[in-house]
């Protein structure tokens, strides 16, 4: 790693962004959210672009600047709020109020845009995207299950806009349907008083200590994540686990096997009762490994053309038989320690 970056604990005090610059369009100065964001951050220099989804200057960065452009903030005027069909643990996939992250987990996927995507964006125009989620659910046939959560992490953009908590409540005054989001962070405390009417599935991405100390940085622990979800479940709201994504580094199968062990420890048996676990296994790229190259020189390096094969121009996956012996290591060792947990999908 680098040497701004040792280890995770570096991160893992910040609880929310401290943007050095703002970017914004203009028009979001119309909007109430706009407003209070100019206000909480009226000592921060605040640069007008023309459009959130291309920022030139900030394309044209070496890939060194990675790590300082992550102290950015975009904010804009979200135009697409066209859903996508998801069949795994959704109907559908719901463009939401953030896309990107202020975290550095060298996978993200994020990243394969890194100078468009990777730095921390947010959509003022919330109440728009939220009214459209309570129509479609109260107009359903039946209970919809909507993601608002794949292109960012709604509980660190919480910390700084609120809108997580504003979308919990708003959202309970539907007839019907399901918000889920998935998470690596543990700062839940605003929306444990919520009244969430059940209406709410908080998805908490795991990985063994290891891994999060040497690969994701800014997110929190593993015991604060374990943490949270209890609290999360004490509280009425619905809850689950993704191993996610599997990084097959040296000595995995002792890190997971570890991981799997305090899940079954630490995990309330109020949680295990109503618990599903997901198994996503990394995907990767060259866009990630230059980028990680010059901005992470001393990072581990996540490409191993032993265990990899191309997927796509650029990409990369696990072999087959990689995979799938990584798939029958973990079956074997949750069946063990959470047996009772039904494994909803592994891809």
């Known amino acids: ?33 706009g407003k209070q964001l100019q206000q909480k951050f009226k000592d921060i220099p605040w640069v007008v672009i023309e459009s959130h989804n291309n920022i030139e200057r900030l394309r044209n960065n070496p890939n060194r600047e990675f790590a300082r452009m992550k102290r950015h903030l975009v904010v804009g005027v979200r135009k697409s709020l066209k859903y ?39 959509f003022v125009n919330r109440e728009a995207m939220l009214d459209k989620l309570i129509k479609t659910a109260n107009r359903a046939e039946k209970d919809l299950v909507f993601e608002i959560g794949s292109n960012s992490d709604l509980v660190l953009e919480n910390t700084i806009t609120g809108n997580l908590e504003w979308t919990i409540e708003g959202f309970a005054k539907s007839e019907k349907g399901v918000l889920t989001f998935p998470t690596k962070f543990d700062m839940i405390e605003p929306l444990l008083p919520l009244n969430h009417k059940g209406h709410i599935i908080m998805r908490m991405s795991v990985n063994p200590q290891e891994i999060i100390d040497k690969v994701e940085f800014g ?13 999360m479940c004490e509280a009425g709201y619905n809850v689950g ?16 096997q570890q991981m799997i062990e305090q899940l079954s420890d630490e995990l309330s048996d109020r949680v295990k009762k109503q618990l599903r676990i997901e198994i996503i296994f990394m995907t990767y790229s060259y866009v990630h490994r230059a980028i990680n190259r ?4 001393n990072a ?29 290591f973990l079956r074997i060792q949750l069946s063990q320690k959470l047996s009772n947990v039904p494994i909803i999908y592994v891809v």
């Open 84 to 122: 996508t069909p998801n069949n795994k643990i959704s109907d559908f996939l719901v463009p939401y109020t953030s896309s990107g992250c202020s975290a550095m987990c060298l996978y993200c996927y994020l990243v394969c845009n890194f100078n468009k995507c990777s730095y921390l964006r947010l």
């Open 300 to 328: 581990v390096d996540l490409f191993d053309e032993d265990l990899m094969t191309g997927r796509g121009r650029g990409k990369y996956c696990y072999r087959e038989a990689v995979r799938e012996q990584g798939e029958e």
């Open 1 to 33: 790693m680098s040497s701004d970056f040792q280890s995770n604990s570096t991160f893992r005090g910040r609880r929310c962004l401290n943007p050095d610059k703002i970017f914004y369009e203009p028009a979001v100065l119309n909007y109430q959210l």
């Open 219 to 231: 997110t929190s622990s593993l015991k604060a994540r374990i943490k949270a979800v209890n609290r």
């Open 294 to 297: 010059d901005a992470f020189p």
């Open 241 to 256: 686990i993704l191993i996610a994504p599997v990084v097959l580094v040296d000595n995995w199968q002792h890190h997971y």
